[in-house]
């Protein structure tokens, strides 16, 4: 079964500190994606990788494709930061979707 | 910067009744999608679109729903007879080529009585 795990669930930081958020999947994929989706619902996507690292102002991602891991991390952490970072994967092939996980709240507190 | 619409922003209906979620994709993008959000719940695919026709449908994806790419900008998802379960929020996306980024607008609640 095609399942992307998210740890923590939950997660509360104080403003400064720096956050990792992680992802594990079950099977090989085409890319991978981290997206944050704020109160009210709208997705943003924030990054797709399928190798190596990228980085986006205080936001990094990695990946580790051998051990079907990937991290989004958050430097300097805000307030503003406050969502939910849900991560998606792409299987590739004959298919298009994505498959999400449960996502990550996190709460940045001043 | 181009982006995805969707309307209406909430929906509210009556158990059996039909209803027309909009969509207007970014304007050079290819493939569309329907993702849903049951309150709660995680995101979960519908549908995919690409070249007028379905490339791919989940298992939720029945009978009961439709979509249509009716005039070259609008990308509906109809609903035929709307049931409780129903409810969710529902997210159009737009990529521009297979396994490429996808770009989410901002959801139309539906809520069905």
């Known amino acids: 079964k095609n399942e992307v795990e998210q740890s923590p669930q939950n997660l509360t930081a104080q403003e400064g500190e720096f956050i990792t958020i992680n992802c594990s999947y079950s099977v090989g994929i085409s890319a991978l994606h981290w997206l944050q989706q704020h109160p009210g619902g709208g997705i943003v996507s924030l990054f797709m990788?399928?190798?190596g690292k990228k980085k986006h102002g205080r936001l990094i991602a990695t990946i580790n494709i051998q051990e079907k891991h990937s991290s989004l991390h958050i430097t300097a952490s805000h307030p503003r930061d406050s969502a939910v970072y849900i991560c998606a994967v792409d299987y590739g092939g004959a298919t298009n979707k994505l498959i999400f996980g449960t996502g990550t709240l996190l709460a940045v507190q001043p | 910067e181009p982006e995805v619409t969707q309307t209406p922003s909430h929906q509210v209906t009556q158990m059996g009744q039909e209803v027309i979620l909009r969509c207007v994709p970014i304007?050079?993008?290819?493939?569309f999608y329907w993702y849903r959000q049951i309150l709660g719940q995680k995101v979960e695919f519908l549908v995919s679109f690409y070249n007028n026709e379905i490339s791919e449908k989940s298992e939720i994806f029945d009978d009961q729903f439709s979509v249509e790419r009716p005039d070259g900008s609008n990308f509906t998802l109809k609903i035929r007879s709307t049931k409780l379960e129903d409810s969710a929020m529902y997210f159009c996306?737009?990529?521009?080529?297979?396994?490429?980024?996808?770009?989410f607008g901002p959801g139309t609640r539906l809520t069905v009585l």
């Open positions: 304007s050079n993008h290819l493939y």
């Open positions: 990788l399928s190798s």
């Open positions: 996306a737009s990529s521009l080529g297979r396994n490429n980024e996808q770009f």
